[in-house]
């Protein structure tokens, strides 16, 4: 018995050594998985080294119902950046109907559409499009009463998403759509912040929600928070994954009109680059920024353009926090917090975290009358608002509109944007994100036309393209890419992002 109990002490150390090597190695390949998951999480075009290309569109259609609701009526954009033609199939999911299958036919680099609104009309539609080939990438126009906006789509599914900025005054709705496109159940825990409070903010009936596999729920945000001017939404899957929208629309009737349609963020970082704004008489931008950790973030804002970096301003988020900077279009400096001044009209922005905490950041620009409750534009501006039963019928000759645009983490030396169909130009901003200089070179699908640009180091440059054309903007290194669209005469502002090209592509 002693002889054992000798042996047995003998041979410990030796299995503690191979436990803590066991352990190690376990260690390893979890961080390992972790950085290939942080790697994933961003959307991107398929590279020729994947065989097919899959997207997941949250909002294809959704009709405004009597208690609540955003109106949408969607145009999804499929474009094959491939020398190749495909076929490419799209499902229709509705909890309320059987799913309906769609094809169509993408020639080799070109860009095709389909009007979901003429498939289906459902309460509630979300849209899964596959094709078998790499090089597809899937984008909407999303339409509304009260204006329209661009959307992409989301090549990734996550347990993760984050909307960096919403409202929920009086004139305002603002709605979460999450699809579960995977074949098991998915739950959901929702959290919020607003700026008038500090700290998230969790209703409990929005904690442990069901999303049923391979469909799709809608939120009114405005049921479960109270109304204010600006909240941050994260959505977190302790089981399953999902990709979330976020709709937002504003009715006149405090004066300022909009729809906006935005796909949540999957990704935090210390920088984020917002290439394109614009500020004059009836223009207006403001930057959000969201803290999702519980450390506080010190933040610079800086608005760049042809020459670079042209001023800035600081400010911190506090943990599980929300704030907006506004910018505003005049020279001299003035003492208002959370207050940016710039003499640019044309310009970039990027936002750093100076202190190394990771946030989230978007940008709001709107356009035509601003006036929100409390701060009610002219008598003359106002809207009166129609029955659930009367449709609304803007102003004829009225331009207004308001645009959500998420920022990009960082660069990218290739990016796609699809400029959907639309009247007038369309502005496309190409921001440099690096210390030295740049050039980028912008080709359209199906033309020769071929333009370059010299960016100083964080410069911007801006250039007006018609619509209805996919381009391509390659560059010696990295980039930034965003376009935006004023509807003329009319309701309808619309920022339209860009599209990484996967790393191998």
Known sequence: MTLLLWLARLALPALMVAGLSVDTRFQIDADDVEETIGLETASAVPSSE????TWYCPTAYSRKLEASGVEAQSELVITNTAAEPTRATVHLISPTSARRLVRLEVPGLSTRSLEVADQTTDELVSALVEAPISGVAVSRRIRSTYGSDVASCSSVVADVWHVVSGDT????????????????????????????????????ELVGMVVPAANVISIDIGAHVRRRDVLS?????????????????????SGRVGFSATLASTITSTSWYHPVARLGERESVSVVMSNPTDVVADVEVTVVSGEGKVGSATTSVGPYDVIQMRVLPQAEEALIANTLFTSVESFGIIVESSSGIPIVSGIEIGSGPNGSPGKESPKQ????????????????????????????????????????????????????????????????YGKRERYELQLAAFA???LRLSGGSTIEVTSESEVAVTAVHQEPKGAGLSSILGIRFAEGG
């Open 50 to 53: 994947s065989l097919t290309s």
């Open 169 to 204: 005054q009086a004139d305002a709705v603002s709605q979460l759509v999450i699809y579960n496109p995977l074949p098991t159940d998915a739950v959901v825990d929702l959290s919020f912040a607003s700026d008038a409070e500090a700290g998230l903010y969790v209703p409990k």
């Open 233 to 253: 939404a994260t959505v977190r899957a302790r089981l399953g994954r999902v990709v979330v929208d976020h709709l937002q629309r504003f009715d006149g009737s």
């Open 381 to 444: 501006e106002i809207l009166v608002v129609p029955s659930d039963s009367e449709s609304m019928e803007l102003p004829v000759g009225r331009e207004s509109g308001f645009s959500v645009a998420s920022g990009a983490p960082g660069g990218s030396r290739n990016w796609l944007l699809v400029l959907p169909d639309v009247a007038g130009e369309v502005v496309v901003a190409v921001e440099n994100t690096t210390s030295s200089g740049v050039t980028a070179l912008i080709s359209r």
């Open 460 to 462: 911007i440059q801006h």
